[in-house]
């Protein structure tokens, strides 16, 4: 369970087998996905999310659920005021050799429904100093392996700063510089920061995934390949979304029922969009800063949700994003 004083609320939702295959840290392969989180506390996460072709290959609007990490893990790292990214690279060992020192690097969204302006492609020289840096943090993911004992094979908390816990590689937090952008190799900042009170805000936040194959001048000024979003909830859990292009549609409330203490709130759902119900018992309070409660995926019928309350009167609202 996810430690409250940490922020976090809820446990991470589990995932069908072989609905995302991953790789490991320590077996890991060129061109499998890192997300990595960090926090203002001690420590990174490192997770290896699995093979960039799990999420190239997926079909528009499918959602795959990241369950490389667990709640305790992301516990060490907070939810709250926390910064994370996704991203890898292709090295000169990839074939064809048009594809060598690709990056795949998120980039977080100003809007939540509108997608950011991509990062654009550099020369594959450019490119490579980039990777170079990126995969020092594998590497020093990999030397951590024994730091904590809630890691596992696809996910690594880390000393945020590197020290004497490292010999080949360097902490996320290090190796991504203090102008978030891996050492003044890359163009910008790749990670997305949630809100200090992001548990509670009822919000996700989402950062798009782009696709950067080498150009032959730098200044070719040659936009990057948009290949969908990732999602981060507020109960934890991150969800890649591939090639979105059907809006979100607003739900429509169908029913409240009560049992014991137990409220069931059944409402309609688009194909895609997170629809997050938040209640109060106080409607002084804005819609904007109503508790988050649960949160479910749209799959074009009728969702439900639940809410356990003893209070003789609660008020809910449905959000669509």
């Not at 369970?1 to 072989?18: D, H, P, Q, T, Y």
């Not at 977080?108 to 020369?123: F, G």
């Not at 150009?215 to 991150?238: I, Q």
């Not at 309609?268 to 949160?295: D, E, K, Q």
Request: with cysteine; hydrophobic share 40%.
């Amino acid at each position: 369970m996810f430690n409250k004083r940490s922020g976090l609320i809820a446990l991470l939702v589990c995932f069908a087998a072989g609905e995302l295959c991953a790789g490991t840290i320590a077996d890991y392969a060129v061109g499998d996905v890192l997300i990595c989180f960090r926090g203002p506390g001690a420590n990174d996460l490192v997770v290896d999310a699995g093979p960039v072709s799990t999420f190239t290959n997926a079909t528009p609007n499918q959602r795959i659920t990241v369950a490389q990490y667990t709640g305790s893990q992301l516990a060490l790292v907070g939810t709250n005021a926390i910064s994370w990214s996704a991203f890898t690279w292709f090295d000169d060992t990839v074939s064809p050799v048009s594809a060598q020192w690709t990056l795949f690097i998120s980039k977080a969204r100003a809007s939540l429904n509108t997608q950011s302006s991509p990062w654009k492609a550099s020369t594959s020289a450019s490119q490579m100093n980039v990777g170079g840096i990126m995969s020092e943090i594998q590497l020093g993911a990999l030397d951590n392996i024994a730091y904590n004992p809630v890691n596992t094979a696809t996910a690594v908390i880390e000393p945020n700063i590197t020290d004497a816990n490292y010999t080949d590689g360097e902490s996320y937090n290090d190796a991504l510089g203090t102008d978030n952008n891996f050492g003044d190799t890359f163009q910008g900042d790749p990670e997305n920061t949630t809100l200090s009170h992001f548990t509670t805000s009822g919000m996700v936040v989402r950062s798009d995934f782009y696709q950067l194959t080498p150009t032959s001048s730098p200044y070719a000024n040659v936009p990057g390949t948009f290949l969908g979003y990732f999602e981060f909830n507020t109960n934890g859990v991150m969800t890649y979304v591939a090639y979105p292009s059907v809006a979100v549609v607003a739900p429509t409330i169908i029913s409240i029922v009560r049992t014991g203490t137990t409220n069931t709130i059944t409402f309609t759902t688009g194909p895609t969009g997170t629809y997050t119900l938040c209640g109060t018992n106080n409607l002084a309070v804005a819609r904007t800063n109503w508790p988050a409660i649960s949160a479910i995926s749209g799959n074009s019928g009728q969702r439900s949700l639940t809410d356990m309350d003893n209070n003789g009167s609660k008020f809910y609202i449905i959000t669509a994003q």
